[in-house]
């Protein structure tokens, strides 16, 4: 197998750079591949070799800042299990450096519908630890059997996110106890 082309690397790394500033700037409406091409200086027909346009680039960008979301603590209590998962996620969602492009990225994805397909499998893919949690303590008893592990994880991340991209209020100890004790029985 062949090494990568450290050439390509550079380029690459330029433009989503580049992507990534403009987006911060000007949001996803102000990012066009022109600016990005004018940023970086690489020439839109490369961008457009990598890209085959702004969803893709808009996506790998958001990538490229390493946007890893907590892993599932295992407890064998639900309570300490949301509890341990929520407070990882909000200091995630509140300190991570791609925590301010959350709100470039579902501004996209609200005008694009590949970016709504790809921001709905990456939020996906994040939610499924906290569904885990919720499945395994339905299994074991902790939770009612009716209990919808897809919906009261959305309810408990959702709660997460709009603290974070709508009200702008802290999401602290003190509101995941009240979240917690307000959504999980007992």
Do not use: N
Not at 121 to 136: G, K, N, V, W, Y
């Amino acid at each position: 197998m062949t090494e990568p082309d450290p050439r390509i690397a550079h380029t690459r790394d330029r433009v989503l750079r580049a992507a990534l500033g403009l987006l911060a700037e000007r949001g996803a409406g102000g990012l066009t591949i022109e600016a990005v091409a004018q940023r970086s200086g690489v020439a839109k027909s490369t961008i457009y070799r990598h890209w085959p346009g702004l969803p893709p680039l808009i996506l790998d960008a958001f990538k490229s800042v390493d946007p890893v979301f907590p892993s599932r603590p295992v407890t064998g209590s639900v309570r300490e299990e949301t509890r341990l998962f929520l407070t990882a996620l909000g200091d995630t969602i509140t300190h991570a450096p791609w925590a301010t492009l959350m709100s470039t990225l579902v501004d996209a994805a609200e005008r694009d519908a590949d970016l709504r397909t790809l921001l709905a499998d990456f939020i996906e893919q994040r939610r499924a630890p906290l569904r885990a949690i919720i499945s395994d303590a339905t299994e074991r008893g902790q939770l009612p059997k009716d209990t919808d592990p897809g919906f009261l994880a959305g309810l408990l991340g959702g709660a997460l996110f709009y603290r974070r991209l709508v009200s702008h209020e802290p999401i602290d100890d003190a509101f995941i106890d009240q979240l917690l004790d307000q959504c999980l029985p007992g």
